[in-house]
Structures are given as structure tokens and as C-alpha cells.
């Protein structure tokens, strides 16, 4: 086996322990089949495996066997494999695909799929897949490529299934058996006016269930929602989660029926939007993959540690205003750490409710000062809480009680300063426009650091010197 070989990130125990993870046995075989460079050995390992699973395979292999992966079973990686890899990874799989392998696999792939690679690809790949599809498809996908990125437009697939008001369930079924380019899968068959604008959608189940003299539009749902191709994908997916969708018609500027968007594209949507929250709360900026180099990888990383050493610097120079009270009583420096810690962890807490909440739509202008007011006094009780139990802590441990009055009630002013700043900066953050997931960590940091250091030091200056 190669150099690199040991640097696969797998689970030892994944076959074992995970019945969704990949067989460490088959993965094994599928290494020593690239090392033998056996063709036919690996078709016959890979075969049986689900696209998601063979992205799985080639995201979690190092640099170097997956670049052998590619070069000996480039014609088996369909689109539906592609369609399922990390993006950045996306990126570096085509690079190594011949143009006729790579139109090749974009054959069988609905118009929202081959949109989707194509976003990440160059020119000159561009026009080997655009030149691959029918004229109808490819007129298709270029209309989509038109809207802007992020929108339904982006998201939808023109594949899908229309009939008439006015027809019934027979006509419906029998348009159907009829066509021969019917989308792989889909949920409900769109009902439209005369000029072709989307006005109900009725079920499968319904069509199938019900006699064929039975009009269309007596079988549509309640729930039915119509998106402008040129919504943002978040809102539509946020609409998806919240109504409960299945599928759902996308219109153009004039209200005409030009493609669907199904349950499972808006939660990949969703799926993403959590997964970026989770990186910016951690204050990484740019998209991360465990595919990343060492530099993107810092790259990514380094611009909230420099806000992050700034607002420590700031910390810092309030310590500095306190020097000589430190001096007189060591003890302080001691303690000092427990209140800023316990503050920050609070402060993170609070703050990653708040974003959470923000993100699903769930903490609005009409309940900010209620869902404040519960944090500042959540604060407040846990402050209290731990202001005693650490004044018990610094009496028995100094010797010094006015010390434990001290630290108890800056516990408690730094706790409540915690809450409020860990509610309030993202929302004043959301408000003026800026991402409250990427943004807020530092500035609660500082706040929580700040107040923590300023309120302990500068009590034990009046009360204990």
C-alpha cells in the first residue's frame, strides 16, 4: 500500500458499532484492490454500495488514494455519487474526471443536480456537460443557471408533473402511462390555469385512490404554497420545515409554473445552513472540510482569532488597572480565572440559544424582551447559585471572609452581565444586519472577560485594601 495509507481517517469499529457506516472489511478490500491496481475487483466492491456511501468512501480516503481511486474507477463515479460529495471535495473529484467521463455522468441526473455541479465548475468543463445533455434539458439548465445563486431558482428541478384544472383522475392517470420523460421521483401533480399558472397540487395517493370520474381540483391539498424562482433557498426551506411540505411549485415573474422543489432539496438546504451556524459560532469563516489543507485550513480560521486576540488584549489592560491590588493579595490572581470562566461559559450558553433561535425564526422583535428577561433572571438564579458555592470554596480556602463576599457577588454581576450579553448582542447583531453566528462569540467573550475582571478586582479594591 502506498505512503499515505496510513493517514485513511477511518472508524476501526465503524462496521461494528454503526450499521450506517462504511464496512471497514469492504473498505480494507477496496484499498488492497487500488494498491493491486485490480479494475474489476474494485467494479465488483463498489457495485453494491449506495452513491452516498461511495462519497463517503472517497471523502474519508487521503489525497493520494483517492486521486488512484478516481483514475481507476473514474467511469463507475455517476452524478449521483457526485451530487453527494462535500463540495470542496466536488471540486477536486471533477478536476480529475476526463470531460467525456464527467458528461457521461451527468446523464441521468434531474436539471437541479447537474445546476448544482455545474456552479463549481470551469468553462471548459461547462461546456463538455452543457454540450452532453438534449437540447431541452440543456435550455433548461441554462435558464437556471440565469437566477441568482442561493434562490429557488438554483434549487428547483424543471422535471415534474402538470395537468389541467379542469381534468379528472382518469385523464391525469392516463397522461401519465402516456409520457415517457416523467421525473424519477415526485409526490404531486400539479394543477394549473390557462396560462399556466400553479393553482393546487393533488397527491399521488389521492390519484390513485380515488375513481377516475373524480375531478383534479376536488382531490387538492389545504396546504399548498407557490415560491417566486427568485426566493432565497432559506426561506424556502425554512417553509418546507415549517408547513410540512412534501413538494412545491416554483413561478417565474410571471406567475408561470417552471420547475419544483422537493422535501429533500430543502433539507439539504437546512441541513447546510446548521452546519455553517455550528462553524461561525466556532469562528470559523470560511466553508471547512476535513479535506482542507493545511493552509485553507488556517486560512479560514485566522481572521476571528486576531478579533479574538484584540478583544483579549482588551481583557488584559483592565487586569493591567488592577496590578497593585493584585500585588497586595494573591489570592485574587488565583480566583480571577473561576469568575471569568464561569462567566464565559454562560455568556456561551445563552449566546448559542440566541443564534439557535434567530436561525429558525423562533426569537422575533414581538418576544425579544420577554425571552431577555428570562435569560437576564436565568443568569441571575445560576449567579447566585454559584456565588455561594464559591464563597464557601474561598473560605475555607483563604481564610478570608469579606474575600468570599466578594467573589460571591461578582459571580453573581458577572453571571447576569453573561445572560444579557449573550441574548442581547446577537440580536442587536441580527439587527443591524450582521450574521450573529460568526460575529457574537468574540464580543460576549469580551463582555463576559470584562465584566467579570473589572467587577472582582475592583470590588476586592474597595472592600479588602
Same mark, same amino acid.
Given at each position: 500500500?502506498?505512503?499515505?495509507?496510513?493517514?485513511?481517517?477511518?472508524?476501526?469499529?465503524?462496521?461494528?458499532?454503526?450499521?450506517?457506516?462504511?464496512?471497514?472489511?469492504?473498505?480494507?478490500?477496496?484499498?488492497?484492490?487500488?494498491?493491486?491496481?485490480?479494475?474489476?475487483?474494485?467494479?465488483?466492491?463498489?457495485?453494491?454500495?449506495?452513491?452516498?456511501?461511495?462519497?463517503?468512501?472517497?471523502?474519508?480516503?487521503?489525497?493520494?488514494?483517492?486521486?488512484?481511486?478516481?483514475?481507476?474507477?473514474?467511469?463507475?463515479?455517476?452524478?449521483?455519487?457526485?451530487?453527494?460529495?462535500?463540495?470542496?471535495?466536488?471540486?477536486?473529484?471533477?478536476?480529475?474526471?476526463?470531460?467525456?467521463?464527467?458528461?457521461?455522468? +451527468?446523464?441521468?441526473?434531474?436539471?437541479?443536480?447537474?445546476?448544482?455541479?455545474?456552479?463549481?465548475?470551469?468553462?471548459?468543463?461547462?461546456?463538455?456537460?452543457?454540450?452532453?445533455?438534449?437540447?431541452?434539458?440543456?435550455?433548461?439548465?441554462?435558464?437556471?443557471?440565469?437566477?441568482?445563486?442561493?434562490?429557488?431558482?438554483?434549487?428547483?428541478?424543471?422535471?415534474?408533473?402538470?395537468?389541467?384544472?379542469?381534468?379528472?383522475?382518469?385523464?391525469a392517470i392516463d397522461h401519465m402511462r402516456e409520457r415517457?420523460?416523467?421525473?424519477?421521483?415526485?409526490?404531486?401533480?400539479?394543477?394549473?390555469?390557462?396560462?399556466?399558472?400553479?393553482?393546487?397540487?393533488?397527491?399521488?395517493?389521492?390519484?390513485?385512490?380515488?375513481?377516475?370520474?373524480?375531478?383534479?381540483?376536488?382531490?387538492?391539498?389545504?396546504?399548498?404554497?407557490?415560491?417566486?424562482?427568485?426566493?432565497?433557498?432559506?426561506?424556502?426551506?425554512?417553509?418546507?420545515?415549517?408547513?410540512?411540505?412534501? =413538494?412545491?411549485?416554483?413561478?417565474?415573474?410571471?406567475?408561470?409554473?417552471?420547475?419544483?422543489?422537493?422535501?429533500?432539496?430543502?433539507?439539504?438546504?437546512?441541513?447546510?445552513?446548521?452546519?455553517?451556524?455550528?462553524?461561525?459560532?466556532?469562528?470559523?469563516?470560511?466553508?471547512? =472540510?476535513?479535506?482542507?489543507?493545511?493552509?485553507?485550513?488556517?486560512?479560514?480560521?485566522?481572521?476571528?482569532?486576531? +478579533?479574538?486576540?484584540?478583544?483579549?488584549?482588551?481583557? =488584559?489592560?483592565?487586569?493591567?488597572?488592577?496590578?497593585?491590588?493584585?500585588?497586595?493579595?494573591?489570592?485574587?490572581?488565583?480566583?480571577?480565572?473561576?469568575?471569568?470562566?464561569?462567566?464565559?461559559?454562560?455568556?456561551?450558553?445563552?449566546?448559542?440559544?440566541?443564534?439557535?433561535?434567530?436561525?429558525?425564526?423562533?426569537?422575533?422583535?414581538?418576544?425579544?424582551?420577554?425571552?431577555?428577561?428570562?435569560?437576564?433572571?436565568?443568569?441571575?438564579?445560576?449567579?447566585?447559585?454559584?456565588?455561594?458555592?464559591?464563597?464557601?470554596?474561598?473560605?475555607?480556602?483563604?481564610?478570608?471572609?469579606?474575600l468570599a463576599a466578594v467573589i460571591a457577588v461578582a459571580?453573581?454581576?458577572?453571571?447576569?452581565?453573561?445572560?444579557?450579553?449573550?441574548?442581547?448582542?446577537?440580536?442587536?447583531?441580527?439587527?443591524?444586519?450582521?450574521?450573529?453566528?460568526?460575529?457574537?462569540?468574540?464580543?460576549?467573550?469580551?463582555?463576559?472577560? +470584562? +465584566?467579570?475582571?473589572?467587577?472582582?478586582?475592583?470590588?476586592? =479594591?474597595?472592600?479588602?485594601?
Open positions: 500500500m502506498n505512503e499515505d495509507a496510513d493517514e485513511t481517517v477511518l472508524d476501526p469499529d465503524a462496521g461494528e458499532e454503526d450499521s450506517y457506516a462504511l464496512d471497514r472489511r469492504r473498505v480494507t478490500a477496496i484499498l488492497e484492490a487500488l494498491e493491486a491496481e485490480d479494475r474489476d475487483q474494485l467494479f465488483e466492491l463498489i457495485e453494491p454500495l449506495h452513491p452516498a456511501d461511495v462519497a463517503d468512501l472517497i471523502e474519508q480516503i487521503n489525497p493520494a488514494e483517492r486521486r488512484h481511486f478516481v483514475e481507476l474507477a473514474g467511469e463507475r463515479i455517476g452524478g449521483a455519487i457526485l451530487s453527494e460529495l462535500e463540495e470542496g471535495l466536488r471540486e477536486e473529484v471533477i478536476g480529475l474526471l476526463g470531460p467525456e467521463v464527467l458528461a457521461e455522468a +451527468v446523464r441521468d441526473l434531474d436539471s437541479d443536480d447537474v445546476v448544482d455541479l455545474l456552479e463549481d465548475l470551469e468553462e471548459e468543463q461547462r461546456r463538455a456537460i452543457l454540450g452532453a445533455l438534449d437540447a431541452p434539458e440543456r435550455l433548461a439548465v441554462q435558464k437556471s443557471l440565469t437566477y441568482p445563486e442561493y434562490s429557488a431558482g438554483r434549487l428547483m428541478q424543471r422535471e415534474l408533473v402538470m395537468a389541467p384544472e379542469h381534468w379528472t383522475v382518469g385523464q415517457e420523460d416523467l421525473p424519477s421521483q415526485f409526490y404531486h401533480v400539479f394543477l394549473v390555469d390557462p396560462k399556466m399558472r400553479p393553482v393546487g397540487n393533488v397527491t399521488l395517493g389521492r390519484i390513485m385512490s380515488s375513481r377516475r370520474s373524480v375531478a383534479l381540483k376536488d382531490l387538492v391539498e389545504e396546504v399548498f404554497r407557490v415560491f417566486p424562482a427568485t426566493d432565497s433557498e432559506t426561506d424556502v426551506a425554512y417553509a418546507f420545515n415549517q408547513y410540512h411540505l412534501i =413538494s412545491a411549485p416554483v413561478v417565474d415573474e410571471s406567475e408561470r409554473l417552471v420547475g419544483m422543489i422537493t422535501i429533500d432539496d430543502a433539507m439539504a438546504v437546512l441541513d447546510e445552513e446548521h452546519e455553517e451556524d455550528i462553524l461561525r459560532l466556532g469562528g470559523v469563516v470560511e466553508e471547512a =472540510s476535513l479535506s482542507d489543507t493545511v493552509l485553507q485550513a488556517a486560512r479560514g480560521r485566522a481572521t476571528w482569532l486576531f +478579533v479574538n486576540l484584540l478583544t483579549a488584549i482588551f481583557a =488584559s489592560i483592565v487586569i493591567d488597572l488592577f496590578a497593585d491590588t493584585i500585588d497586595q493579595m494573591v489570592a485574587l490572581a488565583v480566583l480571577m480565572p473561576i469568575v471569568a470562566s464561569m462567566g464565559g461559559n454562560a455568556g456561551t450558553q445563552t449566546m448559542t440559544v440566541a443564534v439557535r433561535s434567530i436561525a429558525t425564526r423562533d426569537l422575533t422583535a414581538q418576544n425579544a424582551l420577554r425571552v431577555t428577561g428570562r435569560e437576564a433572571a436565568v443568569g441571575g438564579l445560576n449567579g447566585v447559585l454559584f456565588g455561594l458555592v464559591m464563597a464557601g470554596v474561598a473560605a475555607v480556602w483563604f481564610g478570608v471572609p469579606m459571580m453573581i454581576l458577572t453571571q447576569f452581565a453573561a445572560a444579557l450579553g449573550g441574548i442581547g448582542i446577537p440580536i442587536l447583531l441580527d439587527r443591524v444586519g450582521i450574521d450573529p453566528a460568526l460575529a457574537s462569540g468574540p464580543f460576549v467573550t469580551t463582555v463576559t472577560d +470584562v +465584566v467579570g475582571f473589572f467587577t472582582f478586582l475592583g470590588l476586592a =479594591s474597595l472592600v479588602l485594601l
